[in-house]
């Protein structure tokens, strides 16, 4: 895809190119979110963030010729040829949090395949990160697994664990041997209920583990996909002993950073 | 978009250490007496000093890593019972041990090597070294001779550190003695000790003096090729000219003010080993980001790092003075000391921290590190998994991610 200008409308764009999802932001000069989009990929690829820019385009009317600056990030970041700049996905959450709230001091990300923790001081600017992008460990990946092998929709797993009134304790991380505990721990006859919440618990006990390499300071905000998981945050609420906001779109944080850096590009106030 | 600018002197290494391979395995088809060496690089001037030939077998895991043909050695390896979770440098090496058994040793020329006479174990703090030596001793069913370096908690430990090494280094010499039926050579050990000690001081003060300067003129890929020259080269008029050279390129670089990463605007430490099949890429990745990775406490507190204690006329108290202030062998609050110390002297903006999968000894304390130094200076860190040599441990994609994020901070402080 090639980009020329038009000098008519301007704006900026962000792509989030997740390990599981594309997503978009578009913003104008005021920082104003004109768009957004998030569009599901099957392996990361350069055709999907195209899809997702063209998405969020078409809500607004515009063209990819009225995008005077594009900036990625995530794990895909450098797979888009017609970007100005990447960014890692770092900077971009700092930048996205900081936007929602600048009284953000911590922001735990989830997302699809990878989990972090970041620390940031007063202007919004990275004191100290911490991630966890080597395995599927706790991650929007681990719950899609476990909720095939209990035979449940992705959606319908919080509420369901919800109900639980003595969560298992699930001792394993690594996807594949947690699997096979969840199946173990069926097979024993604890219900989908009391096995869902144990996985939630395990999964905040892997991101307390995180976050205790970094001075974690409120406001804490919670990002990525595995955040739209209401039980599953407050889980995490329980067993951090954090109050965690969690933003309208959590999962465009990433994409509205790139965003926001694209207007200071553009000689905005980004 | 960076460059990088490598030191060309280093050049001539690739066949020094081929070489020294060939001289090895011919020496091992004359019958000559070989041996093998795991731990730290204690022994070689002894050993070069009696006519005993050596293969130091981390180095050879690194060499067998940086020319990607290491992953055959640790399959055969794991195939013999070895655990993925076992230092990937003894992995590497029991391949090599089994790979005539194997039937690969004719694939490639590092992976025949000859059945040695003896093995010496230099052990400081790693646990596994001395288990490597018991199964290589079990493997070819040849003598074991054990040098334990003790721990050094404080300064005052430190002298009698050093007498009982020296204690030890003497029963090695009879060792050898008895093994070779040849009387130790002490005019020549003290000849080959005073190249080796002028050797490592020019090492040492080029480092110090490239590190120093804005922009540097070489950089850590550069000081981790040069261990090939202590590793194969040290007591050897050739490993000092190596060093000759190097130095004067050096000081040319400063002089002229050429950077070993141009432009260089970000300084960082490495800690950890370094990533053997990666180094190239690494070196570049870093360059692109304008970024020089300057120094690192295994090429700087390691591989004869106080040459200046080396008295001549008490040779062998020098060569154990080099295994007793490894930084192997030394306390968190030295090491948290010494690190922030050099990275002041060299200016340093981040911290790369290589958590080391399979050696626990270097990885151990980095956490503590990380944080101390980075609170210390006021410098962002990161800390990421990979190994010196496994490929099967090193994910490219968090390497670039957090070296990305690592430079965006350092910019963005830099920025106010």
């Known amino acids: 895809m090639k980009r020329e200008r038009e000098d008519k409308i301007k704006v900026v764009a962000g792509i989030d190119i997740g390990s599981v999802t594309a997503k978009t932001v578009i913003l104008d000069r005021t920082k104003k979110i004109l768009a957004y989009s998030i569009v599901e990929e099957g392996i990361v690829n350069e055709e999907s963030a195209i899809l997702s820019l063209k998405n969020a385009l078409e809500k607004v009317g515009l063209t990819e010729k009225m995008v005077e600056i594009l900036i990625t990030t995530g794990y895909g970041r450098d797979l888009v040829r017609f970007k100005n700049k990447s960014f890692s996905e770092i900077s971009c959450h700092a930048?996205?949090?900081?936007?929602?709230?600048?009284?953000?001091?911590?922001?735990?990300?989830?997302?699809?395949?990878?989990?972090?923790?970041?620390?940031?001081?007063?202007?919004?600017?990275?004191?100290?990160?911490?991630?966890?992008?080597?395995?599927?460990?706790?991650?929007?990946?681990?719950?899609e697994v476990?909720?095939?092998?209990?035979?449940?929709s992705l959606s319908s797993m919080g509420e369901i664990a919800a109900n639980s009134q003595h969560p298992c304790h699930v001792s394993s991380m690594c996807t594949v041997f947690a699997e096979s505990e969840i199946i173990s721990l069926s097979a024993q006859g604890f219900s989908k209920s009391d096995i869902?919440?144990?996985?939630y618990e395990s999964i905040a006990r892997r991101t307390l583990s995180l976050?205790?390499?970094?001075?974690?300071?409120?406001?804490?905000?919670?990002?990525g996909g595995v955040a739209k998981n209401k039980q599953l945050v407050k889980v995490l609420e329980r067993i951090t002993n954090t109050e965690i906001v969690v933003p309208q779109e959590p999962q465009i944080v990433g994409a509205l950073g790139a965003a926001l850096i694209a207007l200071q590009g553009m000689g905005g106030e980004g | 978009m960076g460059e990088t600018n490598r030191l060309k002197s280093l050049s001539s290494l690739g066949k020094e250490v081929n070489e020294f391979y060939m001289k090895y395995k011919r020496a091992g088809e004359e019958k000559k007496t070989i041996c093998r060496i795991m731990g730290y690089p204690l022994p070689h001037v002894i050993l070069r000093a009696h006519d005993v030939y050596y293969m130091f077998l981390p180095s050879y895991a690194a060499t067998s890593a940086a020319r990607h043909v290491v992953g055959r050695l640790h399959q055969v390896a794991e195939e013999k019972g070895l655990l993925r979770e076992v230092c990937s440098y003894v992995r590497a090496n029991v391949g090599c041990a089994f790979s005539a058994e194997a039937g690969i040793a004719g694939a490639d020329p590092m992976y025949s090597m000859p059945k040695p006479d003896f093995i010496v174990v230099?052990?400081?703090?790693?646990?596994?070294?001395?288990?490597?030596?018991?199964?290589?001793?079990?493997?070819?069913?040849?003598?074991?001779f054990v040098v334990h370096s003790p721990y050094v908690w404080d300064e005052a430990d430190e002298k009698d550190a050093i007498a009982e090494v020296t204690r030890q280094l003497r029963e090695f010499i009879s060792f050898l003695e008895d093994i070779t039926h040849r009387r130790f050579d002490w005019d020549k050990y003290k000849r080959t000790m005073a190249l080796a000690k002028e050797t490592a001081g020019l090492r040492m003060n080029t480092m110090d003096q490239a590190c120093q300067t804005i922009p540097s003129p070489a950089t850590l890929f550069d000081w981790?090729?040069?261990?090939?020259?202590?590793?194969?080269?040290?007591?050897?008029?050739?490993?000092?000219?190596v060093a000759l050279n190097v130095r004067e390129e050096v000081l040319q670089k400063i002089e002229r003010k050429e950077g070993a990463v141009v432009p260089e605007k970000y300084r960082l430490y490495w800690d950890g080993i370094m990533i053997w099949p990666y180094l190239g890429k690494l070196a570049q990745k870093?360059?692109?980001?304008?970024?020089?990775?300057?120094?690192?406490?295994?090429?700087?507190f390691s591989f004869w790092e106080s040459p200046e204690m080396i008295d001549l006329e008490n040779p062998l108290e020098g060569n154990a003075i080099q295994v007793v202030r490894l930084h192997f062998n030394r306390n968190i609050d030295w090491l948290i000391e010494n690190i922030t110390r050099q990275c002041q002297r060299y200016h340093i903006d981040g911290l790369l921290?290589?958590?080391?999968?399979t050696c626990r000894t270097m990885a151990g304390p980095q956490l503590e590190i990380m944080d101390a130094v980075s609170r210390r200076l006021g410098i962002p860190a990161v800390y990421f998994e990979g190994d010196m040599t496994d490929e099967t441990l090193i994910s490219e994609s968090q390497i670039d991610t957090r070296l990305q994020a690592l430079i965006e901070t350092i910019e963005a402080r830099k920025r106010g």
């Open chain 1, 95 to 143: 930048k996205g949090a900081y936007f929602f709230d600048p009284e953000t001091k911590t922001i735990i990300d989830i997302g699809g395949q990878d989990s972090k923790a970041i620390a940031l001081d007063s202007e919004g600017k990275v004191k100290a990160f911490q991630m966890n992008d080597k395995c599927a460990a706790g991650t929007g990946r681990f719950l």
């Open chain 1, 146 to 152: 476990m909720s095939r092998a209990l035979k449940l």
């Open chain 1, 196 to 199: 869902i919440a144990g996985l």
């Open chain 1, 211 to 223: 976050m205790s390499f970094l001075p974690v300071q409120p406001k804490v905000m919670m990002t």
């Open chain 2, 122 to 144: 230099t052990e400081s703090s790693c646990s596994m070294t001395f288990n490597w030596g018991d199964a290589e001793r079990r493997i070819f069913n040849v003598p074991l």
């Open chain 2, 224 to 241: 981790t090729s040069l261990l090939a020259m202590i590793n194969y080269l040290i007591g050897l008029p050739e490993g000092r000219d």
């Open chain 2, 286 to 300: 870093c360059a692109a980001l304008n970024a020089n990775v300057i120094w690192s406490r295994y090429s700087t």
């Open chain 2, 353 to 357: 921290i290589h958590a080391n999968l």
